[in-house]
């Protein structure tokens, strides 16, 4: 059984900064495509950013720049490191990793359990 385990929200003040982890627990696992979301009250979940197996990376407007999207292949952890935070990037924030379990070959989506990410002074 997979669990993701996500780590390092809370508040900070304008122009901080603040690393998010999603940590996989499981055996036997492949991580593929990998990803952080949003929900901001009121508002859809929004992709943020993304990252290949492969390498190649994805983020939306605002993160770019800011954000950079990272993963430990070898502790099966995903990072975001979110620079010169602003308040409306405040939300609960969501790992979502594409994972194939190596004794039954299948592959499935999942999400970690959010973090609560507040920017304000």
């Known amino acids: 059984q997979v669990q993701l385990v996500e780590s390092g929200g809370g508040l900070v003040l304008p122009g901080g900064s603040l690393r998010l982890s999603c940590a996989a627990s499981?055996?036997?696992?492949?991580?593929?495509?990998v990803s952080w979301y949003r929900q901001a009250p009121g508002k859809q979940r929004e992709l943020v950013a993304g990252?290949?197996?492969?390498?190649?990376?994805n983020y939306a407007d605002y993160a770019k720049g800011r954000f950079t999207i990272s993963r430990d292949a070898a502790k099966n952890t995903v990072y975001l490191q979110m620079n010169s935070l602003r308040p409306e990037d405040t939300a609960v924030y969501y790992c979502?990793?594409?994972?194939?379990?190596?004794?039954?070959?299948?592959?499935?989506?999942?999400w970690g359990q959010g973090l609560q990410v507040t920017v304000s002074s």
């Open positions: 499981g055996t036997a696992i492949n991580i593929y495509y």
């Open positions: 979502n990793l594409d994972i194939r379990i190596a004794t039954t070959g299948s592959v499935n989506d999942y």
């Open positions: 990252l290949t197996s492969g390498g190649s990376t």
